[in-house]
């Protein structure tokens, strides 16, 4: 029966940390997004993250997007920099159409810095994308 089950690969959806101005505060912030690149449509999206090394583990932060449409990208939170470094997991599960879909995003340890930032032309923003 489990063998039965078949989740397809994921493509065209991205997770980005994004290092941008915040003119509220005035402060340069990191974000995290979630970006589709398809040309339909993702639907009840939920995003598990957690932060993880070793020795040690954050507490898991979940996010529900009812509707992210396509070609489109929607902020998903706020990451601090004392979590760069963690490795940084990204759980992703969504619906496109009646199918389901799941993938893990993770930024390794390390990985989220200012050297590492290049555009991302779907936010035009500079930004790092998770593996």
Not at 95 to 120: C, D, P, S, Y
């Amino acid at each position: 029966m489990k063998k039965d089950i078949q989740i397809p690969e994921v493509t065209d959806v991205e997770i980005a940390v994004v290092y941008e101005y915040n003119a509220i505060y005035r402060t340069d912030d990191w974000n995290v997004y979630i970006i589709n690149n398809k040309n339909v449509d993702l639907e009840m999206i939920v995003i598990v993250t957690q932060g993880f090394s070793d020795t040690k583990i954050t507490s898991l932060f979940r996010k529900k997007i009812d509707v992210l449409p396509a070609n489109s990208f929607a902020k998903i939170e706020l990451i601090q920099p004392e979590l760069f470094t963690l490795n940084n997991r990204f759980q992703v599960t969504f619906f496109e159409g009646n199918v389901l879909f799941e993938k893990t995003f993770t930024f390794k340890e390390n990985a989220i810095k200012e050297g590492a930032l290049r555009m991302l032309p779907e936010l035009q923003k500079r930004g790092i994308l998770a593996s």
